[in-house]
T-cell receptor, first 115, second 113 residues
């Protein structure tokens, strides 16, 4: 049982390049999320998808777009990468978005460096 | 964005000692307080969570203490082990909403053998 799988694990981009981070979950969860983790700042929500077919902005959405491809997959796209987007990106999923006993399950992250 | 303030930033404890990590919040509407544990190279994983109808919750060596009047909650790790060395994040949300989770800045715990 793989849980939440993220690809790639590492990526280096030059300023202005674009890329898509992929995420897939095999737990039949309805809700999926993208976070970024920066030193001393905890985890900040970029975008989330409460259910298949819906997406909404989180705390720090600027410079990103998302696609909920199907129930399993939720991708994050950087259209024109900037050095400020250097971070570790985590995808997560939960059974629902609004239930106490519905914890987040995280992938192992993508470490992105933008030069 | 409501903040959750976590301290200390880093903590070093001897094997067998007690590790204590503290968090404080301002938003009195928060009603769900989980702690996540993250090992190097891995994503965070839920460790233990509490709701404000109880003042303490214990799971094995891990205990959350909650002080509603002071708007503070803390994680206690009893008999700390080297395998507990990880980064710990507190978080808070309203109505159990995952999208509304506000995370603390994290505490890097090192347990010396």
């Amino acid at each position: 049982n793989a849980g939440v799988t993220q690809t790639p694990k590492f990526q280096v981009l030059k300023t202005g390049q674009s890329m898509t981070l992929q995420c897939a979950q095999d737990m039949n969860h309805n809700s999926m999320y993208w976070y970024r983790q920066d030193p001393g700042m905890g985890l900040r929500l970029i975008y989330y998808s409460a259910s298949e077919g819906t997406t909404d902005k989180g705390e720090v959405p600027n410079g990103y777009n998302v696609s909920r491809l199907n129930k399993r997959e939720f991708s994050l796209r950087l259209e024109s990468a900037a050095p400020s987007q250097t971070s570790v990106y985590f995808c997560a999923s939960s059974m629902t978005e609004t239930k106490y006993n519905s914890p987040l399950h995280f992938g192992n992250g993508t470490r992105l460096t933008v030069t | 964005q409501q903040q959750v303030k976590q301290s200390p930033q880093s903590l070093i404890v001897q094997k067998g000692g007690i590790s204590i990590i503290n968090c404080a919040y301002e938003n009195t509407a928060f009603d769900y307080f989980p702690w996540y544990q993250q090992f190097p190279g891995k994503g965070p994983a839920l460790l233990i969570a509490i709701r404000p109808d109880v003042s303490e919750k214990k799971e094995g060596r891990f205990t959350i203490s909650f002080n509603k009047s002071a708007k503070q909650f803390s994680l206690h790790i009893m008999d700390s082990q080297p395998g507990d060395s990880a980064t710990y994040f507190c978080a808070a949300s309203t109505s159990g909403s995952a999208r509304q989770l506000t995370f603390g800045s994290g505490t890097q715990l090192t347990v010396l053998p």
